[in-house]
Structure formats: C-alpha cells, structure tokens
C-alpha cells in the first residue's frame, strides 16, 4: 500500500511540474485566406419613373423623369472587376395641354466637365429628379457615384423659361426650408 501511495505521488508531481513548464510559442500567424470575389455578370440598377404636376411661372407644368439601365453606354468597373451598366435618364416637361416644352437624355457624358477622374472612370449616373422652382427656373438633382457605395458627386440641372439648361456642381448642403431660414435670417441680423 505504501508502494502504491508513493507511486501516486510520483505521478501526481511529475503532472504539476509538465504543467509549469513553459510553453514553446509559436511565431505562426493564422489568418484567414483571403478569397478573390469573382465578377457576376454586369449589375444593373432598376427602372424608374417619376412624373409630378408642377405649378410654374402661373401655370401647371407635367414633369416626368425616367431612368434606364443603357447597355450602349461604356460600362464602368470597380476595383474587383465587377462591371456596372451606366444609365440614361430622359426628362420630359410639357405643358398643361400636353405639348411639350422640354424634352432631353441625359447620360454621364453630360455631366463629365463637373467630375472627378475617378467619377469619370468608375461613376454612375445614378439620379436625377426634380428638386423645386426658383422664380423662371426648375430645379433638379442630380449624382454620378460610385456603384455600391454611399460616396457620389451632387449636381444641380437648371432648366430655365426660355428652355436653356445649365448644370452646376452642388456645393450647398441639404437644409430644410426652416434651417434656410433660419440661416438667412441669422445672416440678416434678426
């Protein structure tokens, strides 16, 4: 019996000190293995249309703005290779008797003089709709961005009286009427 206690004791030693011992560490870095994101076929954004009535310079004006994904238009690819269909948006704006007074397509080429290098590479033309009237002009929004992203480039479509258009580059942030204001009247001194 005393054999067996003092084998126990070896045995029950030998397992404290196995344990105490340094562990050897490796320099092994485990990562995970980056896998490559092949190309689907070319994204696509869906259609859309937009068409209010719009009270203008005394009259009732019909305002509509179409989008659609335009397979003639150079397609534009992101870092992955992933290739994005560019679109053409067509805007119609008639009269209360149905003639029309402005009809035009739209396409980033357009747009391309307001545009970074990388919005002209890798840019969608991604919205236009309209925004409000401003006295003789009708204002509209408008952004090229890049696919998949928050990130784009804001655009203000100006189209006049006479049936002139300019286009600008937006600077201004989006306010509500109250915070414009309030902005001007803090501005005024009120």
Not at 29 to 55: F, L, N, S, T
Not at 134 to 159: H, R
Not at 170 to 188: G, L, V
Request: negative net charge; proline residues 4%; charged residues 30%.
């Amino acid at each position: 019996m005393k054999n067996l206690q003092i084998l126990l004791a070896v045995v029950a030693l030998s397992v404290v000190v196995a344990s105490c011992g340094k562990k050897k560490q490796s320099q092994d870095i485990i990562a995970p293995k980056v896998v490559k994101v092949e190309p689907k076929e070319p994204i696509r954004m869906q259609e859309y249309q937009d068409e209010r009535d719009v009270e203008w310079i005394g009259k009732t004006y019909h305002v509509s703005v179409s989008r659609q994904p335009c397979d003639s238009l150079p397609m534009v690819q992101d870092e992955n290779g992933q290739k994005f269909v560019d679109n053409v948006f067509t805007m119609v704006v008639s009269r209360s008797d149905g003639s029309v007074f402005f009809r035009r397509q739209f396409s980033k080429s357009l747009v391309m003089q307001y545009l970074d290098d990388n919005y002209r590479k890798a840019g969608v033309f991604e919205g236009l709709v309209f925004d409000r009237t401003d006295g003789d002009w009708l204002l509209f929004g408008a952004s090229v961005g890049l696919p998949q992203t928050d990130e784009y480039i804001p655009l203000v479509v100006k189209l006049s009286r006479m049936g002139q258009l300019q286009i600008l580059r937006d600077t201004e942030m989006d306010t509500t009427p109250e915070d414009k204001r309030q902005k001007q009247d803090d501005e005024d001194g009120v």
